[in-house]
């Protein structure tokens, strides 16, 4: 047994203690919650739409140190987190690129050419909640096809003077200071939250995040505000980005950030090095009444990041070099409606515009090779988005329901670097969103929906093309990817035993993206390489049987495969290479068949609560002709927490069997000298155990 299973062992032995009266405090539950991921607010059960949430509670509970953990307990969400911190939903990804929309208060965070979406730059303790479309919605234009994650930093709402303060530590010598002051006072209302993050990792990757976000807003009435927010994080870290381990440093060094290059080679590969910084500052407006609602936000955000991949710095040092990416976002959101009442029907139209203006400027030196052509690699980017939606909602005799809605999107890329190479693109894109429904009363409803929208290429598909696409994937040929997504939801709060969030969905996806190569095995960067489809089942339900217990299920079944494409994949057993292997029929790899979560809540007496939590991930192919499989793996957490007036301890512990976790990259089926699947391996968390402290004035 390890280390870790005592943890499990000793949790547990609390749950039997002799139960004492307790009260039973009711919350809000999360499907009684206003959603803000839509063209309007509405209450999650009347939105008819899939989505989940995912309190700031929630969040402190499980001991999350960046989203990533909170996300893959949603059913369709799949970690596949290698280089840098990611998720796929519903198996919509593709390689070297960001997956869903990634919001902070609705406000899009793009970072760099990638766009890979920067979670570790979000401070856990600064969250209300998260908010998880995984429908086809017009809300939020170009890659929502890949869903949308906007996470609602908090807000103050109470009158006077009140505060939070809270320390943890763990594995890895893992620690986390935040304070939080907050308040209302008159018309105004104000918050200020630090955060301090530190930890050597499970690999010894050293990583650290200060943050700050303060927000101060005036209250003109009960239904009016404006506001004013600004966030700065400052994030730095030792990192084996970029560094895979094969079977032998996997086996031998598994936990090492420094191992040798192979069992011959004794030479080191080194770390990498990254610091970053993000500050954003937006203006605020937001106004409901009765009828009338009006929502707008405009800010900046600029980002810095200094990294430098040393790795090979003892190996070969004229590989080593040092990047620079300077970026400025503006983007501005306006949304508003009205709501008509002629007796027994009611309709609410609402209209909204986007705007984002993106400049990125991106340097790079070799400091140990000063004869490098460093042009390809210098180079500036411009990209702007403008998006107008018009949305539609129409409800009859208080249950028929009816959403119609449409948009339309511009984005226009330009690139252009020292060689030069230029590209000058711009797509037009129409998505749209039909949603009938029942409503059984305020706290159950049905609903039907179909709906259109894309995936725009981030700039380094279109640089790729334009610097080596060739005739097999030049710039002009790339299209963003469509998907029209047909879905049948299920809503209900029954009481407070039974709450179901359910649906079933088909998908067609147009255009996806994969790895383009040709037969001299160059890569001609990522293009559209086929169609796909997916059929899915998602499950969410929670209760409380009795004030002693209470339960969280998650669970979902997802059918994802190629319709049509060719990709470069080895033949078994020959290893042979064939750069157009037919991939239609094959599953999609790396998204899981079957993915669950059991968690049990104790109350065994009052201000004490033990939770235990299975998760579980289903086998998963690794390469396009699903030759090499990744077996399922389950894990499991708990924690217990005690109340004491304004006083919170808990101790928690993660993956605490220490199941191994990886991702790993063949994607080809590639195999060895020995006929043994070449695989690379990202390694991921093992066990980790936390004791934490909080104080709420």
Same mark, same amino acid.
């Given at each position: 047994m390890k280390s870790?299973?005592v943890?499990? #062992?000793?949790m547990?032995?609390?749950?039997? #203690?002799a139960?004492?009266?307790g009260?039973?405090?009711e919350?809000v539950?999360k499907?009684?919650?206003i #959603?803000?991921?839509?063209?309007?607010?509405?209450?999650?059960v009347d939105?008819?739409a899939?989505l989940s949430?995912?309190?700031?509670?929630?969040?402190?509970?499980?001991?999350a140190?960046?989203?990533v953990?909170?996300?893959?307990?949603?059913p369709?969400?799949?970690d596949? /987190?290698s280089?840098?911190?990611?998720?796929?939903?519903?198996?919509?990804k593709?390689?070297?690129a960001g997956?869903?929309?990634l919001?902070?208060?609705?406000?899009?965070l793009?970072?760099g050419?990638?766009?890979?979406?920067e979670?570790?730059?979000?401070?856990?303790?600064?969250?209300?909640r998260?908010? #998880?479309?995984?429908?086809?919605g017009i809300a939020?234009?170009?890659?929502?096809?890949?869903?949308v994650?906007?996470v609602i930093?908090q807000k103050s709402t109470r009158?006077?003077?009140?505060?939070d303060v $809270?320390?943890?530590?763990?594995?890895w010598?893992?620690h986390d200071?935040?304070v939080?002051l $907050?308040g209302?006072?008159n018309?105004?209302?104000f918050?200020?939250?630090a955060?301090?993050?530190?930890?050597?990792?499970?690999?010894?990757?050293?990583?650290?995040?200060?943050?700050?976000l303060?927000?101060?807003?005036?209250?003109l009435?009960d239904?009016t505000?404006?506001?004013?927010?600004v966030n700065?994080?400052d994030y730095d870290?030792?990192t084996?980005?970029?560094?895979?381990?094969?079977?032998?440093?996997?086996?031998n060094y598994r936990r090492?950030?420094?191992f040798?290059k192979s069992?011959?080679?004794?030479?080191l590969?080194?770390?990498?090095?990254?610091?970053?910084?993000n500050?954003?500052?937006?203006l605020?407006f937001?106004?409901k009444?009765n009828?009338?609602?009006?929502?707008?936000?405009?800010? @900046?955000?600029?980002?810095e990041?200094?990294?430098r991949?040393?790795?090979a710095?003892y190996?070969?040092?004229?590989s080593?070099y040092y990047?620079?990416?300077?970026q400025d976002t503006?983007?501005l959101?306006?949304s508003?409606?009205y709501?008509?009442?002629?007796?027994?029907v009611?309709?609410?139209?609402?209209?909204?515009?986007?705007f984002?203006?993106?400049?990125?400027?991106?340097?790079?030196?070799y400091?140990y090779?000063?004869?490098?052509d460093t042009?390809v690699y210098n180079?500036?980017l411009?990209?702007?988005t403008?998006?107008?939606?018009?949305?539609?909602?129409?409800?009859?005799?208080?249950?028929?329901g009816?959403?119609i809605?449409a948009r339309?999107d511009?984005t226009?890329?330009e690139?252009?670097?020292?060689v030069p190479n230029?590209?000058?693109?711009?797509h037009?894109? *129409? /998505?749209y969103s039909v949603a009938? $429904?029942?409503h059984f009363n305020?706290k159950a409803?049905v609903?039907a929906?179909?709906?259109?929208?894309?995936w725009?290429?981030?700039?380094?598909?279109?640089a790729?093309?334009?610097e080596r696409?060739?005739?097999?994937?030049?710039?002009?040929d790339?299209?963003?990817?469509?998907?029209l997504?047909?879905?049948?939801?299920?809503?209900h709060?029954?009481?407070?035993?039974?709450?179901?969030?359910a649906t079933?969905y088909?998908?067609d996806?147009?255009d996806?993206?994969?790895t383009v @190569?040709?037969?001299?095995?160059?890569?001609?960067?990522?293009?559209n390489?086929?169609?796909?489809e997916?059929?899915g089942?998602?499950l969410?339900?929670d209760?409380?049987l009795?004030r002693y217990?209470?339960? @969280?299920?998650?669970a979902?079944?997802?059918? *994802?495969?190629?319709?049509s494409?060719?990709?470069?994949?080895?033949?078994?057993?020959t290893?042979?290479?064939?750069?157009?292997?037919d991939?239609?029929?094959?599953?999609?790899y790396?998204v899981p068949?079957?993915?669950?979560?059991?968690?049990l809540?104790?109350?065994?007496m009052d201000n004490?609560?033990?939770?235990?939590d299975?998760?579980?991930?289903g086998?998963r192919?690794?390469?396009?002709l699903n030759?090499i499989?990744?077996p399922?793996k389950?894990?499991?957490?708990a924690?217990?927490?005690?109340t004491?007036n304004?006083?919170?301890?808990w101790i928690?512990?993660?993956?605490i069997f220490?199941?191994?976790?990886?991702?790993?990259s063949n /994607?080809?089926?590639?195999?060895?000298?020995d006929g043994e699947?070449?695989?690379a391996?990202?390694?991921?968390n093992?066990a980790?155990v936390?004791?934490?402290i909080?104080?709420?004035?």
């Amino acid at each position: 047994m390890k280390s870790g299973s005592v943890v499990l #062992v000793a949790m547990l032995c609390i749950c039997p #203690v002799a139960v004492f009266a307790g009260q039973d405090v009711e919350a809000v539950h999360k499907l009684d919650e206003i #959603v803000v991921t839509s063209t309007r607010k509405t209450k999650a059960v009347d939105t008819p739409a899939s989505l989940s949430i995912i309190t700031g509670e929630e969040l402190r509970d499980m001991g999350a140190k960046n989203i990533v953990e909170a996300l893959t307990r949603i059913p369709g969400v799949t970690d596949s /987190s290698s280089k840098s911190q990611s998720v796929i939903i519903r198996g919509n990804k593709s390689a070297m690129a960001g997956g869903p929309v990634l919001l902070i208060d609705g406000v899009p965070l793009k970072m760099g050419d990638y766009r890979y979406s920067e979670f570790d730059f979000i401070p856990v303790n600064q969250i209300e909640r998260i908010e #998880v479309l995984r429908s086809a919605g017009i809300a939020y234009g170009p890659g929502a096809a890949r869903g949308v994650i906007n996470v609602i930093t908090q807000k103050s709402t109470r009158d006077g003077f009140h505060g939070d303060v $809270s320390a943890s530590y763990g594995s890895w010598d893992t620690h986390d200071e935040n304070v939080s002051l $907050s308040g209302m006072k008159n018309k105004f209302d104000f918050l200020v939250d630090a955060e301090n993050y530190h930890t050597d990792g499970y690999e010894e990757e050293e990583e650290n995040r200060k943050s700050v976000l303060g927000r101060i807003g005036y209250n003109l009435s009960d239904q009016t505000r404006i506001g004013f927010r600004v966030n700065h994080v400052d994030y730095d870290n030792m990192t084996a980005e970029g560094l895979k381990k094969y079977q032998w440093q996997l086996d031998n060094y598994r936990r090492s950030i420094h191992f040798p290059k192979s069992e011959t080679d004794s030479d080191l590969l080194w770390h990498n090095e990254k610091d970053e910084e993000n500050t954003t500052v937006a203006l605020e407006f937001s106004h409901k009444d009765n009828n009338l609602f009006l929502d707008g936000s405009f800010s @900046r955000t600029t980002y810095e990041k200094d990294f430098r991949r040393t790795y090979a710095i003892y190996d070969s040092p004229e590989s080593v070099y040092y990047e620079n990416s300077d970026q400025d976002t503006y983007a501005l959101t306006m949304s508003g409606g009205y709501h008509f009442n002629w007796g027994s029907v009611g309709y609410t139209p609402s209209v909204g515009i986007n705007f984002e203006d993106i400049d990125n400027t991106v340097g790079r030196v070799y400091p140990y090779d000063s004869t490098k052509d460093t042009d390809v690699y210098n180079f500036d980017l411009q990209e702007q988005t403008y998006g107008i939606f018009w949305d539609n909602e129409l409800m009859f005799n208080e249950n028929w329901g009816l959403n119609i809605g449409a948009r339309f999107d511009r984005t226009q890329v330009e690139f252009q670097d020292k060689v030069p190479n230029i590209v000058d693109e711009s797509h037009d894109m *129409i /998505s749209y969103s039909v949603a009938p $429904s029942y409503h059984f009363n305020e706290k159950a409803m049905v609903y039907a929906s179909v709906g259109r929208n894309y995936w725009f290429p981030t700039p380094r598909y279109y640089a790729w093309a334009v610097e080596r696409g060739g005739a097999l994937n030049p710039v002009e040929d790339l299209e963003p990817e469509e998907v029209l997504t047909y879905e049948l939801g299920y809503k209900h709060m029954f009481n407070k035993m039974l709450n179901i969030n359910a649906t079933v969905y088909f998908s067609d996806y147009k255009d996806k993206f994969g790895t383009v @190569r040709d037969e001299s095995d160059n890569s001609c960067g990522q293009g559209n390489i086929g169609d796909a489809e997916a059929k899915g089942i998602e499950l969410e339900a929670d209760g409380k049987l009795n004030r002693y217990v209470g339960y @969280r299920l998650a669970a979902a079944y997802q059918d *994802i495969e190629w319709t049509s494409g060719t990709a470069l994949a080895y033949i078994h057993p020959t290893n042979t290479r064939d750069y157009t292997a037919d991939i239609s029929g094959k599953q999609i790899y790396w998204v899981p068949e079957f993915t669950g979560l059991v968690g049990l809540d104790f109350y065994p007496m009052d201000n004490l609560k033990v939770s235990v939590d299975m998760n579980y991930i289903g086998k998963r192919y690794v390469d396009y002709l699903n030759q090499i499989e990744y077996p399922d793996k389950t894990t499991f957490d708990a924690r217990v927490a005690y109340t004491w007036n304004h006083w919170k301890f808990w101790i928690l512990g993660k993956n605490i069997f220490d199941e191994d976790l990886e991702y790993v990259s063949n /994607s080809s089926g590639k195999l060895d000298s020995d006929g043994e699947p070449d695989n690379a391996y990202y390694v991921q968390n093992g066990a980790y155990v936390e004791a934490g402290i909080s104080y709420h004035f």
